[in-house]
C-alpha cells in the first residue's frame, strides 16, 4: 500500500497523530519497566529456600528472670520436643529465615586476606540438616565430636574454636571455582587465624532476610555448635500433622517451664508468605498499573481513529465510489494507526531505557534486559491494531452513496 496519501494525511493533523505517539511512547515506556519489576519480584518470590518448608514449624520463645543453667534448658527443651508424637526432628538454632534476625560473617581462602570472597549468613545448631530439609550434595554431616557447646563457646578469652562447616554449593562454587570444596579450608566468624575445614555441602540455605541477588541469596554456611540458647527451634513434621505439633510443642515447651513467653509460633510457610506480602502486593500494583495504561491508550487509539472515521466521512465515500473495496479502507486505518504505534513505540523504548536508567541510580535496581523492549513493542503494535479495528470496520461499511449525499 501507498502511505504517501496516509503521511499527507497525517501533516494535516499533527497535534491528534503526535498526542497519540506520545501516548503509545509514554505508555511502552512505563509498561516496559512495569513488566520488567513484576518479573523480578516474582522471581525473588520463586526463589528456593532449599529447607522443607512445608514440613517445618518453628518457635520463638523468651525466657522471664535469669537461667541458671541456659544450655541445660535448651537442651531439655529440644529432647522434649524430639520426643513429641509426629516430630521427625527439632533442633533449637541461632535463626531462621524471614524471622528477622540475621547472623552474619565474611569468608575468606587464607588467613589475613584483606578482601574477603564473600559474607555469607551462619547457620548454628545441632542436626539442621536433618531438621530443615537440606538436601545434601556433596561429602558428609558434622558428626558427633565435631559439635562445639554454644555456652562454652562464649565465655570470655575461650580458646574453643570451630573445626568444620558445612557450605551452599553456590557458596563451595564461589570459592573453589575449579574442583571440590571437600576438605578445603576457610577463615570466617569467631576466628580468622584458625580455618574451618568443609565437610559437606548442601544444595541450597536461602539467608535469613533473603538479601542480595539470586546467587547471593544463598550465600549460607552451617557450624557445629550445639545448645544454642536464643530461644528459636524449628520442628520438622508431616504437613498434615503442622498444626497439632505446633501446639503439643507449645505446651511441651511450657511445661518444661513456666518462665518464659512464647512470642511467636508459626508453620515456616506461613514467615514465607508474611515476607513476601510487600512484593506481592507491589507486583499486583504494577499489574493494575499496566492494565490502566493498556486501556486509556487503547480508549484514545479508539477515540482518534473514530474522530478520523467521522471527518473522513466525504474521503471515504469518494474512495469507495472510485472503486475502493471495504478492505482497503479497513488496510488504510489500520496502516495510519500501524504507522503511529511504531513511532509512539521506538520513541517509549528510548524512554523505558531512560526511565531504568533513573531507577538504577535512585533505587539500585538491575538494568532492564533488552527482551523486555521487544515484549513491549508487540503488545502495544497488537493493542494498537486491535483498538483501531472496530473503527476501521466502521468506516469500511459506509456505503458510496451515503458519502455522497453528504457533499
Not at 504517501?4 to 516496559?32: D, G, M, N, Q, Y
Not at 548454628?124 to 562454652?152: H, K, M, P, Q, S
Not at 474521503?315 to 504507522?339: D, K, M, S, V, W
Not at 517509549?348 to 536508567?357: D, E, F, P, S
Amino acid at each position: 500500500m501507498d502511505i504517501r496519501p496516509i503521511l499527507s494525511t497525517l501533516r494535516r493533523h499533527k497535534t491528534a497523530a503526535a498526542l497519540i505517539v506520545l501516548e503509545i511512547a509514554l505508555s511502552c515506556a512505563i509498561i516496559c519497566n512495569a513488566v520488567f519489576l513484576i518479573a523480578t519480584r516474582l522471581e525473588r518470590m520463586d526463589r528456593p529456600t532449599g529447607m522443607a518448608d512445608a514440613e517445618l514449624v518453628r518457635i520463638n520463645l523468651s525466657g522471664i528472670g535469669r537461667d541458671e543453667n541456659p544450655t541445660a534448658r535448651v537442651r531439655e527443651d529440644v529432647a522434649a520436643l524430639r520426643a513429641l508424637p509426629g516430630v521427625q526432628a527439632a533442633t533449637s538454632l541461632n535463626h531462621v529465615p524471614f524471622d528477622n534476625s540475621s547472623w552474619n560473617s565474611s569468608i575468606s581462602v587464607s588467613p589475613d586476606q584483606p578482601i574477603p570472597n564473600l559474607n555469607s549468613s551462619v547457620y548454628l545448631g545441632e542436626n539442621l540438616i536433618a531438621t530443615l530439609g537440606l538436601r545434601l550434595v556433596e561429602g558428609r554431616d558434622f558428626t558427633a565430636d565435631e559439635y562445639v557447646d554454644w555456652e562454652a563457646l562464649g565465655k570470655p578469652n575461650s580458646t574453643l574454636t570451630i573445626p568444620a562447616a558445612i557450605v551452599t554449593k553456590t557458596v563451595a562454587q564461589r570459592l573453589f571455582p575449579d574442583g571440590s570444596a571437600v576438605g578445603k579450608l576457610i577463615y570466617s566468624w569467631n576466628r580468622d587465624d584458625i580455618p574451618h575445614r568443609i565437610v559437606g555441602v548442601v544444595e541450597d540455605v536461602i539467608r535469613p532476610n533473603d538479601n542480595g541477588g539470586p546467587a547471593e541469596s544463598h550465600y549460607s554456611m552451617i557450624l557445629p555448635v550445639s545448645g544454642v540458647t536464643m530461644g528459636r527451634f524449628a520442628i520438622r513434621t508431616d504437613p498434615a500433622r503442622r498444626d497439632e505439633v505446633l501446639e503439643a510443642a507449645v505446651a511441651a515447651l511450657e511445661r518444661v517451664s513456666a518462665r518464659r513467653v512464647i512470642l511467636d509460633q508459626a508453620p515456616f510457610t506461613d514467615l514465607i508468605d508474611r515476607h513476601y506480602r510487600q512484593d506481592r502486593s507491589m507486583a499486583w500494583l504494577l499489574v493494575a498499573v499496566c492494565v490502566g495504561l493498556l486501556v486509556v491508550t487503547a480508549l484514545g487509539i479508539v477515540g482518534l481513529a473514530s474522530f478520523w472515521v467521522q471527518q473522513r466521512t466525504k474521503q471515504i465515500g469518494i474512495r469507495r465510489a472510485l472503486g475502493a473495496t471495504r478492505r482497503q479502507i479497513l488496510r488504510y486505518f489500520q496502516t495510519e494507526n500501524l504507522l503511529l504505534a511504531t513511532l509512539g513505540i521506538v520513541i517509549g523504548m528510548i524512554g523505558a531505557y531512560g526511565l531504568n536508567q533513573l531507577l538504577m541510580g535512585q533505587y539500585e535496581l538491575p538494568r532492564l534486559p533488552a527482551l523486555y523492549l521487544p515484549i513491549g513493542a508487540v503488545a502495544l503494535w497488537l493493542l494498537g491494531q486491535l483498538a483501531v479495528l472496530g473503527p476501521a470496520m466502521r468506516a469500511a461499511a459506509v456505503p458510496p452513496a451515503v458519502a455522497t449525499r453528504t457533499v
